[in-house]
């Protein structure tokens, strides 16, 4: 199986997830990252500890801000929290998850001494982020990583996609993960299938791994599927 666990209190699987985490000897092996609401420092730095102990960790490899929130104290109350739970060693690294251009600018004008590491967004084939928040992540040093990388199943019948990935002998799976690689966005995926799972690794791994053309690309970046991008959303609300 991979070795990245992305959960969140709200998708009420951490107690199962600590008791994967408890079965494997090595710890260090996995990334774990979670997720807290956007609701100011004290619910933050409680929720960050109720994490912790549902999971059976004493720190998390990424700690992120689930949403923003509209409300700059609450905003910047939780990242003052994150950033504490970095300096006490409580997550390696802190981020957040559906900023849009918008609530990444907001979170600047705090001039917290620590930025983001990540932002975490609804991203795959048809639906990538615009270049502004692209080119305003790469300036601050924010990674851009891509939940539901595979458009939750709907880009992969994409006559482009199937089309690419019969000339390169791979699944169209295979072939939407990589272009992300390319792009240089990291990937959070997931699947409750075992061969879904080797299937989306292989691409990573050395010996299966491989590269699409810019033939390929320019196919890929023309691609057009219904997109609802959360963080544009949000930021719009």
């Given at each position: ?77 939780t990242w003052e ?68 990388p595979l458009g ?86």
């Amino acid at each position: 199986g991979g070795h990245g666990i992305d959960t969140a209190f709200v998708y009420k699987d951490e107690e199962s997830v600590g008791e994967a985490i408890a079965a494997v000897s090595n710890r260090s092996s996995i990334f774990v990252t979670t997720k807290v609401p956007s609701e100011g420092f004290q619910s933050a730095s409680d929720q960050a500890a109720a994490n912790r102990k549902q999971l059976g960790v004493d720190s998390v490899d990424l700690l992120l801000v689930h949403f923003p929130s509209p409300n700059l104290d609450r905003l910047y109350g939780t990242w003052e929290a994150l950033v504490n739970e970095a300096k006490t060693k409580h997550a390696t690294a802190i981020g957040v998850s559906n900023f849009a251009l918008a609530d990444l600018k907001n979170l600047e004008r705090m001039n917290s001494p620590v930025r983001p590491a990540v932002n975490q967004i609804y991203a795959h084939v048809g639906c990538m982020p615009d270049k502004p928040l692209v080119d305003y992540c790469a300036e601050h040093g924010i990674r851009i990583e891509a939940y539901s990388p595979l458009g939750r199943g709907k880009v992969l019948t994409d006559p482009t996609l199937t089309g690419i990935a019969k000339r390169h002998s791979k699944s169209p799976a295979q072939v939407a993960l990589q272009y992300l690689i390319q792009k240089g966005i990291a990937l959070a995926f997931t699947t409750t299938m075992p061969e879904y799972m080797r299937d989306n690794l292989s691409v990573v791994q050395p010996g299966t791994a491989f590269k699409l053309n810019d033939t390929d690309i320019v196919e890929l970046d023309a691609v057009n599927v219904a997109c609802e991008r959360p963080h544009e959303m949000l930021s719009q609300a």
